[in-house]
T-cell receptor
Framework: GDSVTQMEGPVTLSEEAFLTINCTYT??????LFWYVQYPGEGLQLLLK?????DKGSNKGFEATYRKETTSFHLEKGSVQVSDSAVYFC???????????FGDGTTLTVKP | EAGVAQSPRYKIIEKRQSVAFWCNPI?????LYWYQQILGQGPKLLIQ????????DSQLPKDRFSAERLKGVDSTLKIQPAKLEDSAVYLC??????????????FGPGTRLTVL
């Protein structure tokens, strides 16, 4: 079946540091890829997505590029802020079946 | 625009009891999802509906879990009887179109279930 593997956390960074959270996947066909974020005390919300190879999703300074050759969708941000502290989930939708699969999440803490 | 509503927010029961969760999706959203999120893990899809039909329920433990979406709007998820390992947050999400369209899923706040 489909699977998503994220780098283990927690990740602790200082404000303005560069962020990378690794995500790799296995899936049949050509899945669509997503990053969701869960801020403390809030529900899951979509951060960005990419629906085909070489697409780059971006939002709020975060970026991720759909790399089919390495089956990866790493999340990056050039300069993190304290307000970026949250749990980040990588996910895919198998477009053959419309079924969602999530990674286990990576907790990011940004210190001032 | 109102978001996805879920109730109750918290529930504590003893093992072998039954429990039900309710979800009201965003108005007009055709697809509704139920996920189980165990502490420290990502959400696991239990069942998804398109309108009032089941699209996928391959990961729903059907001996104890059931779900319905009457009239293609609200949905309920039931566990009977509950086991200790059912302790988790149950998330409801909805999306505008078919799951094959990969529309954005909007999540509710979840129901935190503790089974003692």
């Amino acid at each position: 079946g489909d699977s998503v593997t994220q780098m283990e956390g927690p990740v602790t960074l200082s404000e303005e540091a560069f962020l990378t959270i690794n995500c790799t996947y296995t899936a049949t066909g050509y899945p669509s890829l997503f990053w969701y974020v869960q801020y403390p005390g809030e529900g899951l919300q979509l951060l960005l997505k990419a629906t085909k190879a070489d697409d780059k999703g971006s939002n709020k300074g975060f970026e991720a590029t759909y790399r089919k050759e390495t089956t990866s969708f790493h999340l990056e941000k050039g300069s993190v802020q304290v307000s970026d502290s949250a749990v980040y989930f990588c996910a895919l939708i198998n477009t053959n079946a419309g079924k969602s699969t999530f990674g286990d999440g990576t907790t990011l803490t940004v210190k001032p | 625009e109102a978001g996805v509503a879920q109730s109750p927010r918290y529930k504590i029961i003893e093992k072998r009891q039954s429990v039900a969760f309710w979800c009201n999706p965003i108005s007009g959203h055709a697809t509704l999802y139920w996920y189980q999120q165990i502490l420290g893990q990502g959400p696991k899809l239990l069942i998804q509906f398109q309108n009032n039909g089941v699209v996928d329920d391959s990961q729903l433990p059907k001996d104890r879990f059931s779900a319905e979406r009457l009239k293609g709007v609200d949905s309920t998820l039931k566990i009977q009887p509950a086991k200790l390992e059912d302790s988790a947050v149950y998330l409801c999400a909805s999306s505008l179109g078919s799951p094959l369209r990969t529309d954005t899923q909007y999540f509710g706040p979840g129901t935190r279930l503790t089974v003692l």
